[in-house]
Each structure stands twice: as structure tokens, then as C-alpha cells.
């Protein structure tokens, strides 16, 4: 069956700029999660959803970052006034449910770069 | 200190060789531990669950030593596919947010 799906898999953007990451999570996985991964490092928690609700957001660095998703599904990472130091790539994951031991499967990856 | 920790690599080693590289953790907490593997500019794959009792899938065994906080991965007979990052991950049962990376062993094997 079809995988976590992200889009766009590589974004390029000026500093000061508003961009949006979605996420397609595997079909009836009630978790979904957010990391975001610098070079030489392994992947930082930012949110984490069961469901349609943030169970978990205290990884978002900032106010500049929020996510959503509305139906339980698809999610969306939205990054407010972009900065520098905000490239990376950002990783969605989705498990079946929000046990701690459930296997998460990963998207490939959103590249993204502030100019 | 981090919560999690392993020593980056390189760990060059030739074909068929055995190789293995641990990972401590700081919280004595800590419920859940994974080793997941990363091909370059790839997304993490789980490799295997870590059990209390340490556990074995074909070439790969995984210890867990609650006393000293930390965990192993043993790669047997290693490939040339086995080259990748490998990954620590450890969890708390207690909050979403205590699911922690750590920043990756990086194995090349040889020819």
C-alpha cells in the first residue's frame, strides 16, 4: 500500500516568507508526527497529533511554527516568517496509533531552504 | 549532556566483518527503544524494536542493559548494503514529546 507522502519534497524560499508543508499520512493512522532534521543530526520532535487534535506541540521551536489537520489525515506544518536557520528537512511520520512501542513510518522528506 | 547519545562514526569496516556500536540515554524513564536506519538523504526505516531480553532478526541483534542506560545494535557478516546511518531512538511512556533521536552512527563497509 501507498507510504507517507510529502509535499513539496524540496522548497526554496526567501527569508521573511510564509511556506507550507503537507503531510499525507498511511490510510488509518490516528498518529501523525512532525521532525525536523539538520544536516549531521537525527530527527527533533516538533508535534505530534492523535487524530484531528495536537496532542503534543511542545517541540515547535517558536510561534512562528503551527500545524494542523483538520479531518484526522492530511496535515499541514506552516512556517510563519521564515528565517535562516529554519532550513532543514522537516519529516512526517504517521503510526497506527500513539502507542509508544507502534512502529512509525516515515515520508521521504520536505528540503527545505531559506535564503 | 544529551538525553541520547552515540558516537557519530565513521565505523569503516570490510565486508563480513562483525561490527557493533552502543547508544546511552540519560532518563532512567525511559520505556521504548528502537534502532532505525537511515540511507543518505533518506528517510529513517525502522531496523528493529529493542527488547528487555534483547532480541535477533537475522544478522542483527539488539541488547538493552537497563542497569548502565544504554543500548546496542550488532551487525554480523556485514553487506555492502548495510553502509547507512543507523539511529537510536528512546521513548518515555509519559508524553509524545519524549521521543528522542540520537544523531546517528554512520557505518561504511567496504569491499
Known amino acids: 500500500g501507498a507510504g507517507v507522502s510529502q509535499t513539496p519534497s524540496n522548497k526554496v524560499t526567501e527569508k521573511g516568507k510564509y511556506v507550507e508543508l503537507r503531510c499525507d499520512p498511511i490510510?488509518?493512522?490516528?498518529?501523525l508526527y512532525w521532525y525536523r532534521q539538520s544536516l549531521g543530526q537525527g530527527p527533533e520532535f516538533l508535534i505530534y497529533f492523535q487524530g484531528t487534535g495536537a496532542a503534543d506541540d511542545s517541540g515547535l521551536p517558536n510561534d512562528r511554527f503551527f500545524a494542523v489537520r483538520p479531518e484526522g489525515s492530511v496535515s499541514t506544518l506552516k512556517i510563519q516568517r521564515t528565517e535562516r536557520g529554519d532550513s532543514a528537512v522537516y519529516l512526517c511520520?504517521?503510526?497506527?496509533?500513539?502507542?509508544?512501542?507502534?512502529?512509525?513510518?516515515f515520508g521521504p522528506g520536505t528540503r527545505l531552504l531559506v535564503l | 549532556r544529551k538525553e541520547v547519545e552515540q558516537d557519530p562514526g565513521p565505523f569503516n569496516v570490510p565486508e563480513g566483518a562483525t561490527v557493533a556500536f552502543n547508544c546511552t540515554y540519560s532518563n532512567s524513564a525511559s520505556q521504548s527503544f528502537f534502532w532505525y536506519r537511515q540511507d543518505c538523504r533518506k528517510e529513517p526505516k525502522l531496523l528493529m524494536s529493542v527488547y528487555s531480553s534483547g532480541n535477533e532478526d537475522g544478522r542483527f541483534t539488539a541488547q538493552l542493559n537497563r542497569a548502565s542506560q544504554y543500548i546496542s545494535l550488532l551487525i554480523r557478516d556485514s553487506k555492502l548494503s548495510d553502509s547507512a546511518t543507523y539511529l537510536c531512538v528512546v521513548t518515555t511512556a509519559s508524553s509524545a514529546s519524549k521521543i528522542i533521536f540520537g544523531s546517528g552512527t554512520r557505518l561504511s563497509i567496504r569491499p
Open positions: 490510510s488509518g493512522h490516528t498518529a
Open positions: 511520520a504517521s503510526s497506527l496509533t500513539s502507542d509508544r512501542a507502534e512502529t512509525q513510518y
